[in-house]
């Protein structure tokens, strides 16, 4: 055995562990959280602790063989959107047909790959008594959909664990609601979910294993209900637990629940939810196309060298080394997917790049804790953003359209809450042509998932927009390929 002590911002303390063990599994084990968004795979560089006397280590390819002293690195705190905005329909409540306690309530929640949000309902009244929300800890074992997917396939218990990492999470966040309303468990009775296709498999135990291979046939995309007795929830046993409906293996719940809250301004407009797979929607009046694009982990932080998610310390906007923000106010810690493409913009903008992404030397952005971007950084944000445009440019041909014709292309999520439309439009992730009607709507999928619980004709609307969906695959699409090719250099398009 040998002897590990933990110097933290929070705590010291010291424990014994077994010799040559992984570091990573050692500081787990022991309820320590280490970002590790290539779950584990000695890929990404982010899981960095340091180790006295030796320096920087990646926990998940270091195995402690003497005493240890490991200084952790500091707590980030994730700013998560969660609240209504203009963009988004707010239901009148009607109460529900029947209910099993004297003062129950709903749940609505929304599972995303990278945070989770938790809307508490009084389902006499209608009205929301609580918004909770966390990193989704299933993060520990990769940042993206793919990586967990992976896990479940390498590991003979990996889905048993991630489901049960996400029902801990959520019967946490319950109990603290029923302890601080008095409540008893029964009271919970409803609780409906949205998320992205394999976030909802995860929840309900099923394989998502086919979600990752061709022909990309998940196990089920429809409305799926459950017992609260089998649900895993400490929840009414005789309430029920309702994942929302998904379209195909990429385009999930949280866009088909997205898509049914936008208030009904405009009959044609674009829905881009820019995560590590940019799942878009054109809606056309009474058609929808949707499609799925794996802009990878860039847009998150994963696939940057000084890259981190939208948490405190990352820099989220950037017009010149004078001129920046930080989340939380702080000293820069790294680099969010809204700062890189503002760094990009501006070095395009004072010729530090050309339009085919060339960089000499790497970029310093903030010296003192050696933040900088690198060619490579450059080359993965050509990439995501090629794929994120040459998937609104494959939507387009499918339905005919041209820009001309679009009125407004919504943002939903974190990252289009943060992202400065004018970067996004110099470095060619957004058209140009759309650059004046490009509006952040927030966690539509989680408001709109809140109405299911206000009002079951709300259903209605869900199944729907899943009807009047044509998805596109773009992995055996020509078309996407061509334009993945024509749109990787840096220019404003359309
Ligand atoms: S390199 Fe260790 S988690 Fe990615």
Redesign the pocket.
């Known amino acids: 055995m040998i002897n590990v002590r933990i110097v933290s911002p929070d705590e010291s303390v010291s424990f014994p562990a077994e010799k040559g063990r992984r570091l990573?599994d050692i500081l787990r084990e022991r309820g320590f959280d280490?970002?590790?968004?290539?779950?584990?795979?000695?890929?990404?560089?982010?899981?960095?602790v340091s180790i006295r006397g030796t320096g920087n280590v990646?926990?998940?390819?270091y195995y402690p063989d003497r005493d240890i002293e490991v200084t952790l690195p500091e707590k980030r705190v994730a700013d998560i959107l969660v609240s209504q905005t203009e963009f988004l329909e707010d239901c009148t409540f009607s109460p529900p047909s029947s209910l099993l306690s004297a003062r129950p309530y709903g749940v609505a929640i929304d599972i995303g790959t990278t945070t989770v949000a938790m809307y508490f309902m009084n389902l006499l009244t209608g009205s929301l008594e609580k918004i909770a929300s966390f990193l989704n800890p299933q993060g520990i074992h990769g940042a993206d959909v793919i990586s967990r997917i992976t896990y479940c396939q390498e590991h003979e218990n990996g889905l048993g664990e991630l489901q049960q990492i996400i029902i801990n999470a959520i019967n946490n966040e319950l109990e603290l609601f029923l302890q601080q309303k008095d409540l008893q468990s029964g009271s919970i009775e409803r609780v409906i979910v949205s998320g992205n296709t394999t976030m909802l498999h995860l929840l309900l135990g099923e394989d998502p294993v086919p979600i990752a291979l061709a022909p990309f046939r998940p196990r089920f995309t429809g409305k799926q209900r459950t017992e609260g007795s089998s649900s895993g929830l400490n929840i009414n046993p005789r309430g029920e637990l309702i994942t929302l409906p998904c379209i195909s293996a990429y385009v999930g719940a949280d866009v088909v629940s997205g898509l049914a809250v936008i208030k009904p301004v405009h009959r044609k407009y674009l829905f881009i939810d820019i995560g590590t797979n940019g799942e878009m929607a054109l809606v056309d009046g009474n058609r929808i196309y949707a499609c799925a694009t794996a802009a990878g982990p860039a847009f998150e932080g994963g696939s940057i060298s000084c890259g981190m998610a939208a948490v405190n310390g990352a820099v989220s906007y950037f017009a010149g080394p004078e001129d920046y923000r930080v989340i939380g106010n702080t000293e820069p810690a790294g680099i969010c997917g809204s700062g890189i493409v503002d760094i990009v913009a501006y070095l395009l903008n004072n010729n530090i790049i050309d339009s085919t992404g060339l960089l000499k030397s790497p970029f310093v952005v903030y010296p003192f804790n050696r933040i900088q971007v690198t060619q490579q950084d450059i080359r993965e944000i050509q990439l995501a953003k090629s794929a994120i445009y040459s998937g609104i440019k494959v939507l387009l041909k499918s339905s005919g359209m041209n820009f001309e014709d679009i009125s407004a292309l919504y943002l939903a999520g974190g990252f289009g809450n943060y992202i400065n439309t004018g970067s996004a439009v110099r470095t060619g992730l957004l058209p140009s042509g759309l650059g004046n009607r490009i509006y952040a709507i927030g966690n539509s999928a989680g408001i709109g998932t809140l109405q299911y619980l206000k009002s079951e004709d709300f259903a209605e609307k869900l199944d729907r927009i899943v009807s009047v969906t044509e998805y596109i695959e773009l992995s055996d699409s020509d078309d996407f390929i061509t334009e993945f090719v024509m749109n990787m250099d840096f220019r404003e398009n359309g």
């Open positions: 990573l280490i970002y590790t968004p290539c779950g584990g795979r000695g890929r990404c560089g982010k899981c960095l990646l926990s998940c390819s």
